[in-house]
Structure formats: structure tokens, C-alpha cells
Nanobody, 115 residues
Framework: QVQLVESGGGLVQPGGSLRLSCVAS????????MAWHRQAPGKQRDVVAS???????IYRDSVKGRFTISRDIPNRTVYLQMNDLQPEDTGLYFC?????????WGQGTQVTVSS
């Protein structure tokens, strides 16, 4: 069973940046896909960015060019670098791992973009 711990959320002004971190309990190069999801208040949880074990990345259209997902294999960490943040990026950000047919979620970290 994979355990995930997120950090890095906070309050930021529009145009600002944050970097989210997700530390996994086991080697991330043994995990098929890792991703970041976002859940805005009153809305469903949607994928923001994902990265495969081959470093293939996919981004939600609304974050392309602003967000970057990456992996640090020795430190078992996946990052989400978020630049030019906008109020619509506000939400609870969850780390997700898919391994051997099962999905695992972290507890989430809150990102609030407001002036």
C-alpha cells in the first residue's frame, strides 16, 4: 500500500507561485502513474497534471504553460510547480498514485489564490 504526504500549499496573490510536494512511502519508479488532482469548493475533483514512470506528462488545458509536474526519484517525491496562479486555481490539491491496478490518495494540501 502506497502512502502519500503532500505539502507546500498556502495563500498566494494572483500571479504568484507555489511548489507542491508529494512524498511517497515507496520508490516512485515502482509506481505506474502519479498525478495531482484539484477539488475546488462545491466542485468535483479533477486531474491537473500526471506523470508516468517513463516521464510522460499530461496537463489540464487550463494549466498548460503555467504548471510543471516532475519527479525526484532518489527522494521519492513528485512536485507540482505552479506559476502565474489565478483565483480559479484555488482548491484542495491531492496527490494520487496508481500502482498495480490500485489507486492511492494523499490527504490534500490547500491552495488559495486571492488578493
Amino acid at each position: 500500500q502506497v502512502q502519500l504526504v503532500e505539502s507546500g500549499g498556502g495563500l498566494v496573490q494572483p500571479g504568484g507561485s507555489l511548489r507542491l510536494s508529494c512524498v511517497a512511502s515507496e520508490r516512485i519508479n515502482s509506481i505506474d502513474v502519479m498525478a495531482w488532482h484539484r477539488q475546488a469548493p462545491g466542485k468535483q475533483r479533477d486531474v491537473v497534471a500526471s506523470i508516468t514512470n517513463g516521464d510522460y506528462t499530461i496537463y489540464r488545458d487550463s494549466v498548460k504553460g503555467r504548471f510543471t509536474i516532475s519527479r525526484d526519484i532518489p527522494n521519492r517525491t513528485v512536485y507540482l510547480q505552479m506559476n502565474d496562479l489565478q483565483p480559479e486555481d484555488t482548491g484542495l490539491y491531492f496527490c494520487y498514485a496508481f500502482q498495480r491496478g490500485r489507486g492511492y490518495w494523499g490527504q490534500g494540501t490547500q491552495v488559495t489564490v486571492s488578493s
